[in-house]
């Protein structure tokens, strides 16, 4: 195709030709927001809504101070937390997610920030290290 040819095409997608789009975009669909409550080591919280699905360290990303992580596929334990409230609201921990904490000397009981999605509702943890900003 011509850059000319591209250009038409560009144009007639963006609405911008006059003529129909050969491709109509679809809307959008709502992900549902959930709140998410992250408190450092000296008991500071902050309070923010993230999409459901998401993970701790993801959802962290638009607070003041978010998580810290070094990986994001569960291999190096910086984005470890502890879940303080709404434990049920979290998805399961894996075979790797154990192995990776048990591997750096942390507690298993406590999550992966990476690795945890809010699945619904609440969640309050507790951070070890953060990202200064």
């Known amino acids: 195709m011509t850059p000319f040819g591209i ?3 560009l144009k007639s997608l963006l609405g911008m030709s006059g003529a129909e789009p050969s491709v109509k975009l679809q809307p959008r669909r709502d992900i549902p927001k959930v709140g998410l409550t992250l408190v450092d080591v000296d008991g500071n919280e902050e309070t923010l809504q993230c999409e459901q ?3 701790i360290t993801f959802g962290s990303g638009n607070a003041a101070r978010p998580l ?3 990986c994001s596929d569960a ?3 910086t984005c470890r937390c502890e ?3 709404g434990e ?3 998805s399961e921990q ?3 997610e154990r192995a990776t904490l048990k591997e750096n000397g942390f507690d298993t009981t406590w999550r992966l920030g990476c690795q945890a999605e809010i699945t ?3 969640v309050k943890v507790r951070g070890h290290e953060w990202v200064e900003m």
């Open 94 to 96: 894996s075979g790797r």
């Open 53 to 55: 699905g998401s993970t």
């Open 7 to 9: 250009r038409k095409r």
């Open 68 to 70: 810290g992580t070094g």
């Open 120 to 122: 619904g509702g609440a």
């Open 83 to 85: 879940i303080l409230e």
């Open 88 to 90: 049920e609201h979290v």
């Open 75 to 77: 291999t190096c334990g």
